[in-house]
């Protein structure tokens, strides 16, 4: 017996949702927000070592390749309304595969046992708190284009609501990641001794030389630099320069 049109359209509709498309080679590339100092790759984050590496401004990157891997990095200044003086500093680094859904959306998931977060919160922790990462991320929608203004290739990503992200602008293309494998397995054989293990380690997680270059587009994006780094010592003056203009205008108004 033949199926029904109202099954037929049912069934079809479900196969549509989870249909994925090919890969749009336009996102191919590193995109950073427009501070231009957060960058995927070795100078963000040092797997073999376990370092984090500190920007000079706070930022946002992502990296995606032409065969469906991503790379991200997170640089954020999170402020505290209650105590002004006692603001947070959190780096965020990710990577893993990606994909394209039919409707445009994009679906990203971590290799779970590689990400990392740095966490600064000078006021609760004498030193900060590190901590592995694993959050799978779903974007509704994305666009690339040709900013109007800086003309630069863009990248507006919109969230799992709708909200747009800080644009971001292509850096690298080729773009510079870290290796697209999982950088630090859990599953490794054991070895005879520590010392031996801990080289053995190293050696296959080995970087293979990988460096920054200049970012392409450097010169045309230079005026979109913001002053000021982020520091736990510098956010901690501005939010008493806050907290002071706030008790003036108290007083005054």
Not at 74 to 82: E, G, V
Not at 186 to 207: D, E, N, V
Not at 231 to 242: I, P, S, T
């Amino acid at each position: 017996m033949l199926p029904s049109l109202p099954s037929v359209l049912v069934a079809g509709t479900i196969i549509t949702s989870f249909a994925f498309a090919q890969i749009d080679p336009k996102l191919t590339g590193t995109w950073s927000t427009k501070s231009r100092q957060v960058f995927t790759g070795p100078g963000f984050y040092d797997p073999v070592n376990e370092r984090m590496f500190e920007p000079n401004l706070t930022g946002i990157s992502y990296s995606f390749t032409d065969d469906g891997y991503y790379e991200e990095a997170y640089y954020r200044a999170i402020s505290n309304p209650t105590t002004p003086t006692c603001p947070q500093g959190i780096m965020q680094y990710q990577h893993g595969t990606f994909k394209k859904a039919a409707n445009g959306s994009l679906f990203l998931t971590p290799f779970g046992v590689d990400g990392r977060q740095l966490l600064s919160s000078p006021c609760a922790y004498q030193n900060s708190i590190y901590t592995r990462y694993n959050q799978s991320e779903y974007f509704q929608r994305y666009s690339v284009y040709t900013d109007p203004y800086h003309n630069v290739p863009r990248l507006d990503l919109y969230q799992f609501d709708g909200s747009p992200m800080n644009p971001m602008y292509l850096a690298y293309h080729p773009p510079q990641m870290l290796p697209t494998s999982t950088l630090n397995p859990t599953s490794s054989p054991a070895t005879a001794t520590a010392s031996s293990s801990t080289k053995s380690s190293k050696s296959k997680r080995s970087l293979g030389g990988l460096k920054f270059t200049q970012p392409v587009h450097h010169e045309e994006l230079m005026t979109m630099k913001r002053q000021g780094a982020f520091n736990a010592d510098r956010w901690w003056w501005v939010g008493v320069g806050l907290t002071a203009v706030g008790s003036v205008g108290y007083f005054c108004f």
